[in-house]
């Protein structure tokens, strides 16, 4: 069974830096994207980055120049870097990954990112 775990969350001051990372384990067949979502109480989840296998990457507006995502094809891992972190990034953030011929998501099961104003 294909599991996604995340690791990384916590709290950060207005302003300040945090890493996510993630490792897709148990997948037998090719990893297409990886990424991450994110939801803050009350809110719908909101995709924050993607990456495919070939490097690309695409970036939520509200998010664009604070943080960058990096993937390891060998290692099957995704790390968020969150640079110049904003009170409203305050949410519980998804690990995801499109995997297979088939296209099928799989989820993580979410780390708690706090930012202190």
């Known amino acids: 069974q294909v599991q996604l775990v995340e690791s990384g969350g916590g709290v950060v001051q207005n302003g300040g830096s945090l890493r996510l990372s993630c490792v897709v384990l148990?997948?037998?067949?090719?990893?297409?994207?990886m990424g991450w979502y994110r939801q803050a109480p009350g809110k719908q989840r909101e995709l924050v980055a993607t990456?495919?296998?070939?490097?690309?990457?695409m970036y939520a507006d509200s998010v664009k120049g604070r943080f960058t995502i990096s993937g390891d094809n060998a290692k099957n891992t995704v790390d968020l870097q969150m640079n110049s972190a904003l009170p409203e990034d305050t949410a519980v953030y998804y690990c995801?990954?499109?995997?297979?011929?088939?296209?099928?998501?799989?989820w993580g099961r979410g780390t708690q990112v706090t930012v202190s104003s």
């Open positions: 990456i495919s296998k070939s490097g690309d990457t």
């Open positions: 148990r997948s037998v067949f090719s990893i297409r994207t």
């Open positions: 995801y990954a499109v995997i297979g011929p088939t296209l099928a998501n799989y």
